[in-house]
Protein backbone atom coordinates (compact mmCIF):
# COMPACT_ATOMS: atom_id res chain seq x y z
CA UNK A 1 0.00 0.00 0.00
CA UNK A 2 1.68 3.17 -0.86
CA UNK A 3 2.08 5.57 1.96
CA UNK A 4 2.72 9.40 1.61
CA UNK A 5 3.88 11.57 4.50
CA UNK A 6 4.31 15.02 3.93
CA UNK A 7 6.04 18.12 6.15
CA UNK A 8 6.94 21.01 5.71
CA UNK A 9 4.01 23.55 6.86
CA UNK A 10 3.56 26.15 8.81
CA UNK A 11 2.26 29.92 10.03
CA UNK A 12 3.76 32.73 7.34
CA UNK A 13 2.98 35.80 6.62
CA UNK A 14 1.47 37.28 3.03
CA UNK A 15 4.79 37.48 0.63
CA UNK A 16 6.44 34.58 2.28
CA UNK A 17 7.87 31.21 1.01
CA UNK A 18 7.45 27.88 2.15
CA UNK A 19 8.25 24.26 0.84
CA UNK A 20 6.43 21.39 1.05
CA UNK A 21 7.88 17.87 0.87
CA UNK A 22 6.29 14.18 0.60
CA UNK A 23 7.98 11.32 1.28
CA UNK A 24 6.57 8.25 -0.77
CA UNK A 25 6.60 4.64 0.10
CA UNK A 26 5.01 1.04 -0.56
CA UNK A 27 3.46 -0.05 -2.96
CA UNK A 28 3.50 0.14 -6.33
CA UNK A 29 4.15 4.24 -6.05
CA UNK A 30 5.93 4.92 -9.18
CA UNK A 31 2.62 4.10 -11.05
CA UNK A 32 1.31 6.84 -10.04
CA UNK A 33 0.83 10.59 -11.34
CA UNK A 34 1.70 12.55 -7.86
CA UNK A 35 -0.04 16.23 -7.38
CA UNK A 36 -1.10 18.16 -4.45
CA UNK A 37 -4.76 19.22 -3.50
CA UNK A 38 -5.59 21.80 -0.82
CA UNK A 39 -8.83 22.14 1.47
CA UNK A 40 -9.44 25.63 3.02
CA UNK A 41 -12.05 25.78 5.95
CA UNK A 42 -15.74 25.07 4.46
CA UNK A 43 -14.60 24.71 0.82
CA UNK A 44 -13.93 21.19 -1.15
CA UNK A 45 -10.61 20.37 -2.17
CA UNK A 46 -9.61 21.92 -4.73
CA UNK A 47 -6.26 20.62 -7.30
CA UNK A 48 -3.12 22.53 -6.61
CA UNK A 49 -0.67 20.68 -9.29
CA UNK A 50 0.54 16.85 -10.89
CA UNK A 51 3.67 15.76 -12.00
CA UNK A 52 4.63 12.26 -13.67
CA UNK A 53 7.43 10.72 -11.74
CA UNK A 54 10.11 11.24 -14.60
CA UNK A 55 9.46 15.08 -13.54
CA UNK A 56 9.21 16.30 -16.73
CA UNK A 57 7.84 20.17 -16.87
CA UNK A 58 5.65 19.47 -20.17
CA UNK A 59 3.53 17.58 -18.07
CA UNK A 60 2.90 19.36 -15.07
CA UNK A 61 -0.15 21.68 -14.52
CA UNK A 62 -1.53 24.37 -12.12
CA UNK A 63 -4.42 26.08 -12.06
CA UNK A 64 -4.91 29.58 -12.79
CA UNK A 65 -5.01 30.61 -8.69
CA UNK A 66 -1.26 29.17 -8.49
CA UNK A 67 0.22 29.21 -11.28
CA UNK A 68 3.69 31.10 -11.79
CA UNK A 69 3.98 31.24 -7.72
CA UNK A 70 4.01 27.17 -7.09
CA UNK A 71 6.45 24.98 -8.66
CA UNK A 72 6.52 20.78 -8.48
CA UNK A 73 9.09 18.88 -8.46
CA UNK A 74 10.80 15.27 -7.96
CA UNK A 75 13.53 13.98 -6.31
CA UNK A 76 13.38 10.29 -7.72
CA UNK A 77 16.51 9.40 -5.80
CA UNK A 78 14.31 10.57 -2.50
CA UNK A 79 11.55 8.93 -3.50
CA UNK A 80 9.74 12.63 -2.63
CA UNK A 81 7.75 15.42 -3.90
CA UNK A 82 7.94 18.98 -3.11
CA UNK A 83 5.79 21.56 -3.69
CA UNK A 84 7.66 25.10 -3.33
CA UNK A 85 5.23 27.48 -2.82
CA UNK A 86 5.97 31.45 -3.33
CA UNK A 87 4.29 35.10 -2.80
CA UNK A 88 1.55 33.21 -0.49
CA UNK A 89 -1.46 34.84 -0.32
CA UNK A 90 -3.92 34.64 2.52
CA UNK A 91 -6.16 32.74 0.48
CA UNK A 92 -3.59 30.17 -0.21
CA UNK A 93 -4.58 29.56 3.63
CA UNK A 94 -5.66 25.50 3.83
CA UNK A 95 -4.87 21.94 4.63
CA UNK A 96 -2.11 20.47 1.65
CA UNK A 97 -2.40 17.27 0.64
CA UNK A 98 -0.22 14.78 -0.92
CA UNK A 99 -1.63 12.62 -3.85
CA UNK A 100 -0.92 10.21 -6.17
CA UNK A 101 -3.08 8.93 -8.79
CA UNK A 102 -3.90 8.14 -12.58
CA UNK A 103 -3.76 10.65 -15.04
CA UNK A 104 -4.59 13.85 -15.44
CA UNK A 105 -5.36 13.91 -11.34
CA UNK A 106 -7.27 16.90 -11.23
CA UNK A 107 -10.35 15.69 -9.59
CA UNK A 108 -10.61 13.93 -6.46
CA UNK A 109 -12.00 10.85 -8.34
CA UNK A 110 -8.51 10.66 -9.79
CA UNK A 111 -6.86 10.46 -6.73
CA UNK A 112 -5.98 6.50 -5.35
CA UNK A 113 -3.69 7.91 -2.26
CA UNK A 114 -3.79 10.58 0.24
CA UNK A 115 -1.06 11.56 2.68
CA UNK A 116 -2.86 12.89 6.29
CA UNK A 117 -2.15 16.61 5.09
CA UNK A 118 -0.64 19.51 6.68
CA UNK A 119 -1.88 23.03 7.12
CA UNK A 120 -0.07 25.96 6.10
CA UNK A 121 -1.35 29.19 7.11
CA UNK A 122 -0.66 32.66 5.74
CA UNK A 123 -1.18 35.80 7.41
CA UNK A 124 -2.50 39.27 6.00
Known amino acids: QVQLVESGGGLVQAGDSLRLSCSVSGGSFRKYVMGWFRQAPGKAREFVSRIPWSGSSTTTFYPDSVKGRFTISTDTAKNTVYLQMNSLKPEDTAVYYC???????????????WGQGTQVTVSS
Open 99 to 113: VGGVWPLQSVDLVRA
